[in-house]
């Protein structure tokens, strides 16, 4: 409780000195945090009861250490987050790369469930493409703030496109093509906060669908995905399972729900269901209304995202704002669509709520830096500007000398009259003086 007060509260705990943005970001993402961990734990308690030694509560255990982990980390991202990134961002990006070819050479990657993502022992482990999502995020963003003109052709912001290339290969090497489509329409959205033209990115957009087709055909398991999301009930028991069962936790909610913890698809019906599927089981246990509670909390961050890109202090902090709102927005925008049938599914995590220990701590990080600028674009509209005023004739002010903008122009209008007609009266008194003698 101590953590929390003190994240509500920010820097010396003045709540008065937060801005809108703040109170919302922080808001939303205690809220999510906290319908996580209950939606977490009534995910897989059932299934952890039976297959893990009768601890109903392991994965929740898991989930409250990395939340914890990161809420300290948005608190010192909160704080400097802006300044910490502008000058880690070459190391957090070697970083990046180095655990994203680890996790390929055999001994260091951790296979599971075909794929090689992750690094570590035990609990213990981290997926380096997470932390790639917000590595390129911070390079995209620098690169762009400190030479603006590379906005104006694609050749400028080739080395953006590169390294988004080269990371996007490693990540669909491991394979993890969900995370790859994320990092790719970050960019995107990033591109288009720095300036970027409509043609130039509808130029690549063509290019990355082309390429997105082609290795979505020379994989097996990709081509069955395909088929599964086109007609999932043509293969039930198979390609499709997921997604049907998927379809029939969320059409058994109804609009209300069967009432929390009662989902009956979660228990070895539903694939990943305290993962990447767990929006089916909030739309099993809670209904249409708990699904448009999660989507009212995402709608308030990206209005607070947005808003703190608008009102930041310059140009790195509002291409750093709308770089971090757009990796939060489009995780889940992607992990909304995969598990309604919209899109296929692609292994995604639902940010803040979904169990993911890297995921999580690096949205909480990412988190605390957004509020950073958000908390910083505040102060710098909250300073009171200072104008330069011209002084003429004996008395008035240097021309170096400065006012708050506080004073109003009448009154500084009614000074000038007032030391005019003293001048004035003493001149006439002067020339008097000089006639009676």
């Known amino acids: 409780m101590t953590l929390i007060a003190r994240l509500w509260a920010g820097r010396a705990g003045a709540r008065e000195e937060m801005t809108h943005e703040e109170q ?109 999502k917000l590595a390129l995020v911070l390079y995209a963003a620098l690169l762009l703030a400190t030479q603006p003109q590379r906005a104006r052709s694609l050749g400028g912001v080739r080395p953006i496109l590169v390294v988004a290339g080269a990371m996007a290969v490693l990540i669909v090497a491991q394979p993890d093509l969900g995370t790859t489509m994320v990092i790719m329409f970050s960019v995107f959205a990033l591109l288009i906060a720095g300036g970027v033209s409509i043609r130039h990115l509808g130029m690549l957009a063509g290019g990355l669908v082309a390429l997105s087709l082609i290795a979505a055909v020379l994989e097996p398991y990709r081509r069955e995905r395909l088929t599964a999301f086109i007609d999932p009930w043509s293969d039930p028991e198979g390609s499709g399972f997921q997604s049907v069962q998927a379809m029939i936790a969320i059409g058994s909610g109804g609009f209300f729900g069967v009432g929390l913890g009662e989902s009956v698809q979660k228990l070895f019906y539903l694939p990943e269901a305290h993962t990447d599927m767990i929006l089916a089981v909030i739309g099993e246990e809670l209904g ?60 995604v995590p639902l940010p803040f709520i979904s169990y993911g220990n890297s995921n999580l701590i690096v ?29 003429t004739g004996r008395g008035a002010a240097p021309r170096s000398a400065i006012r708050p903008t506080g004073i109003r122009p009448k009154d500084a209008k009614s000074r000038d009259s007032g030391r005019r007609d003293r001048r004035a009266r003493r001149a006439g008194a002067g020339g008097r003086r000089r006639a009676a003698g």
């Open 24 to 132: 919302m970001l922080r808001t939303a993402t205690l809220i999510l945090l906290a319908f996580g961990a209950v939606m977490v734990y009534s995910a897989s308690s059932g299934t952890s009861l039976l297959s893990h030694d009768g601890d109903s509560s392991q994965y929740l255990k898991r989930y409250l250490v990395s939340a914890a982990l990161g809420l300290l980390a948005l608190r010192f991202f909160a704080r400097n987050g802006m300044r910490f990134a502008r000058q880690a961002t070459p190391l957090i990006m070697l970083v990046a790369f180095a655990g994203l070819l680890l996790v390929l050479v055999p001994g260091f990657g951790i296979e599971a469930n075909g794929s090689r993502r992750w690094l570590g022992a035990g609990p213990l482990q981290m997926q380096p493409s997470e932390v790639a």
């Open 363 to 391: 949205l909480l990080a990412g988190m605390g830096i957004l509020i950073n600028v958000a908390h910083e674009g505040g102060r710098a509209a909250r300073r009171p500007a200072l104008r330069v005023i011209e002084g």
């Open 288 to 347: 249409f209304a708990g699904i448009s509670v999660v989507l009212f909390l995402y709608g308030m961050i990206a209005y607070a995202g947005l808003r703190a890109a608008r009102t930041a202090k310059d140009h790195y902090a509002k291409l750093l704002a709308a770089g971090i709102t757009s990796v939060i927005l489009i995780q889940a925008i992607v992990n909304f669509f995969a598990v309604l049938g919209v899109l296929p599914l692609t292994g």
